[in-house]
């Protein structure tokens, strides 16, 4: 390959993503070049590279000399120190009117930082949020961008080329709002995949300890929940976990594998910023919590032994059990999905975000984590109504959770008799209840407040706030 040749897309940092991000880049007719400081990595591209479009280099300035102008350059690089790290030292070489993607998970205050930064050099800058893994970076992934809108209009032709497509062919990327709105957007969703995790793994959970069931009854029951209105990426990892067997093994792996679960920090920092906006989206807090608790091991190995283990669940029919726990996890999805949607409602007011609801469900319809045949209902209901405030109160949405609401009920009364945990299950619920209440009993608290810290309330029709004496002052 000549080394005069000009690329349209560069690349920096070949891991699996990068080079699988590049790859499919290659595979949709663009010519891009690679950089990374490891030479092998930029050997195994090219190798890798069945069209004679890419080119991998291993120094910055030929890889940035290579680019044809204006450089479009992409950095799929761990999120922190490392990307200011990159910024530093590509910047020097670059043109004003050049493109800087950040693809990676960084924070979004990160990104409103280098946005201002970059745009003051000159530079076209957007943070992008990338979902699907090394499968979806290779074959298809859902794309958030966001930040300068004129540089998204120069690379609109690439992103949606290699962008996955929904079943009616839609490409699964749009330009999400100014800032770090692409940023922020991926931060939900994975906040949202950290809560539906967890609610898998607490069907698991009731299914193994609560109704005795062996992995394959298990593995069966996720393969039929996938053929249904569950029918989610997640879903279909599950089915697949509950297949595989180590060369050699007579058993899964999953029996195998140490129960403490890891975790890169977008999920804290979902339940971080949703406080911040008082959006409370307490399905992702759980989850992350019991993530951690998960990771206290001996601890809850020695509690085990002082308390005792969970009885198993007392049913009658266990198949009725089992179709519960369907709608239970069904209901769970749609308030996970609503949580998240309502932080990104709330956070599209306070950051000047203008994100439109459709179109961030439209492309978290494929190639993503997340994706699910329930986002064509959430698709829906934005499309139908785009001004609307919660998920919960479309009335299609509504008609569907009244329909299995009962079974999570039915559910949550056998594991809290039984002692099983369902921390996330809970919290869907709870919320949920709580949502629908009319009057919550937070007035107790405001009379609470004003009693020890003489915080006022307001009162039922009628204006402004009021402090009462609650008890009579002691006298000398």
């Known amino acids: 390959m000549s080394d005069t040749k000009k690329y349209a897309f560069g690349m920096i940092g070949l891991g699996v993503m990068g080079r699988n991000l590049l790859l499919n880049i290659g595979d949709h007719g663009f010519a891009g070049a690679g950089f990374d400081k490891d030479a092998a990595k930029g050997q195994l591209l090219e190798q890798e590279d069945k069209n004679g479009n890419l080119k991998g280099f291993s120094t910055i300035e030929p890889f940035v000399a290579s680019l044809s102008t204006p450089r479009a350059i992409m950095m799929l690089v761990p999120a ?17 009117g050049d493109i800087v ?3 990676g998970n ?12 970059l745009e003051a050099q000159g530079f076209h800058f957007f943070g992008m949020g990338v979902s699907g893994g090394e499968e979806g970076a290779r074959r298809g992934p859902s794309i958030m961008p966001g930040g300068d809108k004129k540089a998204y209009e120069v690379m609109k032709p690439i992103l949606e080329a290699i962008s996955a497509k929904a079943e009616d062919g839609l490409p699964c990327v749009a330009y999400c709002g100014p800032g770090a709105a692409g ?14 995790m967890q609610l898998i793994a607490e069907t ?27 029918k989610s990426f997640l879903l279909e990892v599950t089915r697949d ?11 899964l792996l999953i029996d195998d594998i140490k129960d403490e679960a890891r975790s890169k920090g977008t999920g804290k920092w979902t339940s971080q910023v949703a406080m911040d906006l008082q959006a409370p989206i307490p399905t992702i807090d759980t989850a992350v919590a019991m993530r951690d608790l998960s990771k206290y091991k001996a601890l809850r190995v020695e509690a085990a032994e002082l308390y005792g283990k969970a009885e198993t669940i007392t049913a ?11 709608q239970s996890l069904y209901f769970t999805m749609i308030i996970s999905y609503a949580q998240g949607l309502h932080l990104l409602t709330n956070a599209s007011v306070e950051y000047k975000y203008d994100l439109n609801l459709a179109e961030i469900s439209k492309i978290w319809r494929a ?14 209901a934005y499309t139908n109504n785009p001004g609307l405030q919660h998920l919960l109160l479309d009335a299609g949405v509504a008609k569907l959770v009244n329909e299995v609401a009962p079974g999570i009920r039915s559910v949550l009364s056998k594991t809290v008799a039984a002692g099983i945990a369902a921390p996330a299950f809970n919290a869907s619920l709870s919320y949920f209840e709580a949502f629908r209440s009319a009057r919550m009993p937070s007035n107790v608290i405001q009379a609470q407040r004003d009693y020890f810290g003489a915080h006022t309330y307001e009162l039922i029709g009628k204006e402004g706030t009021f402090h009462t004496q609650w008890v009579p002052k002691k006298t000398e």
């Open 80 to 96: 922190g120190k490392i990307v200011d790290d990159v910024i530093a030292e590509l910047t020097p070489l670059l043109d004003k």
């Open 101 to 103: 993607i950040d693809g």
């Open 316 to 326: 009658e029919d266990t198949e009725k059990v089992i179709a519960e726990l369907e």
């Open 183 to 196: 940023h922020f957007v991926k931060m939900v969703h994975n906040g949202i995949e950290y809560g539906m």
């Open 367 to 380: 190639g993503c984590i997340i994706r699910s045949q329930f986002l064509y209902d959430i698709y829906n």
């Open 106 to 117: 960084s924070h979004f205050t990160d990104t409103n930082r280098r946005v201002e930064y």
């Open 204 to 230: 698991y959970e009731i299914m193994k300890n609560g109704l005795s069931l062996d992995n394959e009854r298990i593995g069966k029951i996720y393969e039929e929940w996938n053929e249904g209105r569950l």
């Open 241 to 251: 976990v509950f297949k595989y067997k180590a060369p050699d093994a007579d058993h």
